[in-house]
């Protein structure tokens, strides 16, 4: 089992930048994939991005490429969303998850990830 939690959110002004971080427990293998995905209320949760074991390989959803950057540090067991040029639709629960193993493909669904955090809430005003 893999516990993860979420800290970093809050409340920022349009055209700033917030950090996230999700420290993960238990089965360090299981953390093979971490992704960030967000949900604003009324929708769908939706990927934002994901980074693989030796953090070589991220992807980003359209929305946020160029804007976020994900990181991970594996001694501390923690993924990283620095996020910057917020924008008011960026608000929304932002969740970590991870998959306990990669084929090399780039995992976006929320079904491709086994452990989610609680979320943290990140508002961004206008």
């Known amino acids: 089992q893999v516990q993860l939690v979420e800290s970093g959110g809050g409340l920022v002004q349009a055209g700033g930048s917030l950090g996230l971080s999700c420290a993960a427990s238990?089965?360090?293998?299981?953390?093979?994939?971490m992704g960030w995905f967000r949900q604003a209320p009324g929708k769908e949760r939706e990927f934002v991005a994901g980074?693989?074991?030796?953090?070589?390989?991220?992807y980003y959803a359209d929305s946020v490429k160029g804007r976020f950057t994900i990181s991970r540090d594996n001694a501390k067991n923690t993924v990283y969303l620095q996020m910057s040029s917020l924008k008011p639709e960026d608000t929304a629960v932002y969740y970590c998850a991870a998959r306990t193993y990669s084929s090399g493909y780039y995992y976006t669904h929320i079904s491709d990830y086994s452990y989610w955090g609680q979320g943290t809430q990140v508002t961004v005003s206008s």
């Open positions: 238990g089965r360090s293998s299981s953390t093979e994939v």
């Open positions: 980074i693989n074991w030796s953090g070589d390989t991220t």
